[in-house]
Each structure stands twice: as C-alpha cells, then as structure tokens.
C-alpha cells in the first residue's frame, strides 16, 4: 500500500470542493450555461476517482456517497421555485400601447401647432402632444389646426386662418 502524502489529500480535496462550486454556480447562479456544469461534474468525477484510486474502496464509496448526496441536495435547493423566481422573469408588462383604431382626438378638435408642420409635426391638443401630418401644406408653429381625420394611424390636420 501506498504511503499517502498530504498533497495526495489536499488534490481529492480541493477537486472535491472546486467541483461543487462549479456545480453551485451553475444550479444557482448562472443556470443554462452548461459549460460550468460541465466542468464543475468532470472535476467531481476525478476528485471520486482519485480517491478510490489513492485512499481506496471504502473512502471512495463515502466520498461518492456524500458527493451524490450534496448535488442532490444543490439541485433541489436551486430548482425549487423561490431559488427560480430569483433568476426568471416574473413581471408582467400590463402597458398598452394607443389603438389609432379607436382615436380620442376626433375629427374636428383643434389644437396649436408647437412644431412646424413640413408636413408632419407635433400638435398640442388640449394637454395632449400628439404627432401628426397634414394632406402636404407647411403650417409653421404656432398656428390653429383642425383634425380632419384618422388615416392608416396617422392623425390628419390643417392650419386653420
């Protein structure tokens, strides 16, 4: 039998606890990336092979055992739906955005120019800035528009004298 150096102890070691690490990060904190994982098993593989090469039978069998046990309880841990909120998106975007089909600036509200229409700009009708075209005239900022209508989304508008 061989005579076993600290050194022999401290690489099962270090092997053993590198490759949990690898394990837990993977599981925990940057779960999908598979190359973390990957490593994290090849480097417990050679830990758990050394020692049943080094120490022998029955220290390999306790030290697959307990490293059997520890992922099984790492992938419960980080599978558990408390651990996945922490890392998946949960929000919920309730935004809309406004349907020209159903307008709220009706045909025939006026408003006043802020930008100069050329032939798009923007109109302030009410408290509401709006973007809006006009059939192809310039109307320079300032002036009254009325609306003519709503086309393909757009808000039609011309300058009222």
Known sequence: MQTLTAMDW??????LVFGLLFLVAEVIFIPGTTVVGLVGFGLLAAGIWFS???????????????????????????????????????NVNHARVHDARHPDVQPGTTGRALSALRPAGTVLFDDDRREVTTRGEFVPAGTQVRVLGIEHNRIVVEGIA
């Open 52 to 90: 049943y090469r080094d120490l022998g039978a029955p220290t390999g069998h306790i030290l697959l055992g307990s490293s059997t046990v520890a992922i099984g309880v790492l992938v419960y841990l980080g599978l558990r739906p408390r651990a996945i909120n922490r890392v998946a998106l949960t």
């Open 10 to 15: 401290l690489t099962i070691a270090l092997l």
